[in-house]
């Protein structure tokens, strides 16, 4: 998905010469990015401009699942060929170097209605042809054939939860929780169904339920890791939002939750750091740097915002 965010980047700046956002000056791009606040430029057309934003949100679950996918909506987003504008022969450029350097996966045609006399496919290899498209990572086109299999057998909560997954790496995360919630009503303590459906619900930022669903997947699985890293990075995002509309003891408050709930990635100790850098309460600051930096001592963003705290400390020498 990084990858994803960079080719965003290299679009809009063939489309308008500029990449997008404000300043390259380090620090304020970096607030920038971290923000989320792209500035896209308003020249280009409605679907330029919404493939643009999709690759650059601060979330990677709502980018383009894939190179192939992105390639795909700047193809649509730029109309055909024959009705050129100036800038499509470079796109088209840009669209072969990725598929040159291996980025996009190649995609069969789409297939033709069956020859008359020729049987339908068994529902079972309906199924079959779907989880292989799954585990490839061709997600539209296995969401598409897990639908058709649905169609005939609408209980398989195998079926709808690997559809849900295909529609929460495509980024339609509404249809997603759809998907989820149908399954749960089928098996309502799986916890990885909860947990799911709290990221789809995390990631439409509907934090409300998305914590329902992870305290109710913790309930039932206290000691799993991934359910409790990922509802505290719900907690995260929702603290990055805070922290973007200057409510630092929001966010500081939304940061010790996390924490509580995962305490062993040093990005919640640098995160929570931040906020109280900003709060003015620089050694508490110090105190959740040092424990980023234990946790991580190879990431210079740690040492530089300690640095920062112990500046406005008047610790100089220990700032150097």
Not at 72 to 96: D, F, T, Y
Not at 160 to 169: A, E, Y
Request: hydrophobic share 40%; aromatic share 8%.
């Amino acid at each position: 998905r990084s990858d994803i965010f960079s080719l965003g980047i290299v679009l809009h700046e063939i489309l308008t010469g500029k990449v997008p956002y404000q300043s390259l000056e380090p620090q304020r791009l970096k607030r920038d990015i971290l923000a989320g606040n792209p500035t896209i430029a308003a020249g280009l057309t409605a679907p330029l401009r919404s493939v643009c934003s999709q690759s650059l949100s601060l979330d990677p679950h709502r980018r383009h699942a894939s190179a192939a996918e992105f390639a795909a909506e700047v193809r649509r987003a730029s109309g055909p060929a024959g009705k050129a504008r100036p800038w499509w022969p470079l796109i088209a450029g840009v669209l072969g170097l990725i598929a040159v350097t291996g980025f996009l996966a190649s995609r069969p045609p789409r297939r033709a209605a069956p020859p008359v006399g020729v049987p339908t496919p068994a529902p079972e290899e309906v199924l079959a042809e779907a989880t292989n498209l799954f585990f490839q990572q061709r997600y539209a086109e296995a969401e598409e054939r897990y639908t058709a299999y649905l169609a005939t057998f609408p209980a398989d909560i195998e079926a709808l939860t690997r559809r849900g997954l295909c529609r929460t790496r495509r980024g339609a995360f509404a249809a997603a929780v759809e998907d989820f919630s149908a399954a749960l009503t089928l098996n309502p303590d799986d916890a990885n169904l909860l947990k799911r459906r709290g990221i789809a619900f995390a990631s439409l930022r509907q934090f409300e339920p998305a914590i329902v669903d992870y305290e109710a997947a913790l309930a039932r699985a206290p000691s799993d890791r991934e359910i409790r890293e990922s509802f505290a990075a719900c907690y995260s995002i929702m603290a990055a939002e805070q922290a973007a509309q200057k409510e630092f003891a929001a966010a500081a408050e939304l940061m010790t939750k996390a924490i509580a709930i995962y305490p062993h990635a040093a990005v919640f100790y640098h995160q929570r750091g931040s906020c109280l850098f900003h709060l003015g309460e620089y050694e508490q600051a110090v105190l959740d740097l040092d424990e980023a930096i234990r946790r991580e001592p190879r990431k210079p963003d740690h040492y530089e915002n300690r640095g920062h705290c112990y500046r406005a400390l008047g610790r100089v020498e220990d700032a150097e």
